[in-house]
């Protein structure tokens, strides 16, 4: 458990429907404005790594999670059937016939997708799903697809800890496991949609001012499961606040879980990160509202990723 504030204010990652870093403002704790700001990461960022991160203005309390950072859900349904959007898709998991679970991936090489590493993990079982349980659907829009396959072997970070009995709690992780939170899928076949090149970018906050550069964050929400959402126009600023972290102010939903943000311009676009968590400020007898939203920025898997297609 991870202290942002004086007073009883604290982290918490829970696991329960949807990761996410929940800061509890009770009596004596920090103004909500301050709880933001460190949320996101930028408090404790290098000066200046932060500056373009526009935060989340009143956005309503709620009884559960959610990663929208508004009034207003900013994501919007986009067809799936053109690049870059052909290459994401939903990564199905099949542990049993009565449990199905999904996260979203983004293909990186001939047959190597990104994900979130926590959704391949059984924690009923306490143990790492096999990778046959593991289905990619690229380019998913109601029952049509652009491409599938089932996933042979999946690489993780070793770094990231995520049994029982490595947790702080069954539901808790500690937030500076959230850069390990990564998994490289090794697909069975090859897709023929083209890749999306991961690009590492160091202590940036994107968009750059005065360019006309883009940051999106696609994905599958449990809202639009059969549907791609994508949030485009939003803001990312990498290694914040640790080298290896991603700290973004893009909507999203539970499913969207290891869904890439792209860095877009032109007719161009890269992977700079993924998505992992969601940051939120809760109030007993007041709900929840989402502040900010945190994955793993390029540098941490673009090594593993290149070292898979050098060997296939």
């Not at 690049?83 to 199905?100: D, F, L």
């Not at 998505?275 to 390029?298: I, M, N």
Request: glycine share 8%.
């Amino acid at each position: 458990m991870t202290g942002i504030a004086n007073g009883p204010a604290r982290l918490i990652f829970s696991s329960a429907g949807m990761l996410s870093l929940v800061v509890l403002l009770t009596s004596g704790a920090q103004p909500l404005e301050t709880a933001r700001s460190n949320a996101a990461g930028c408090a404790v960022a290098p000066k200046g790594a932060c500056a373009g991160l526009q935060f989340a203005q009143h956005a309503p309390a709620t009884p559960t999670r959610s990663g929208l950072l508004g009034p207003q859900d900013r994501r919007v349904p986009i067809a799936s059937d053109h690049w870059p959007w052909s290459a994401i898709g939903r990564v199905n998991n099949v542990e049993n016939p009565n449990i199905r679970r999904f996260c979203t991936g983004a293909l990186i090489g001939p047959r190597q997708v990104v994900t979130a590493a926590h959704c391949l993990f059984d924690t009923r079982m306490n143990e790492w799903v096999t990778p046959h349980t593991i289905h990619f659907v690229a380019g998913l829009s109601g029952e049509k697809f652009v491409s599938h396959s089932l996933v042979v072997d999946f690489i993780k970070s070793p770094d990231f800890k995520w049994r029982v009995e490595e947790r702080p709690r069954y539901d808790l992780i500690p937030a500076e496991m959230i850069k390990n939170d990564w998994a490289i899928l090794i697909l069975e076949d090859a897709p023929a949609v083209e890749p999306i090149p991961v690009r590492v970018i160091s202590r940036a906050t994107m968009p750059t001012p005065g360019t006309k550069e883009e940051i999106a964050l696609a994905g599958y929400g449990k809202d639009r499961p059969f549907m791609l959402s994508v949030h485009q126009g939003c803001s990312a600023s990498t290694d914040s606040p640790d080298p290896g972290t991603l700290a973004h102010m893009c909507d999203t939903m539970p499913g969207e879980d290891g869904g890439p943000i792209l860095l877009m311009l032109d007719n161009k676009a890269a992977v700079i990160g993924i998505h992992s968590v969601d940051v939120h400020s809760f109030q007993p007898q007041v709900g929840y509202e989402a502040l900010a939203g945190r994955g793993v920025s390029a540098s941490m898997f673009e090594k593993a990723a290149s070292s898979i297609r050098a060997r296939q």
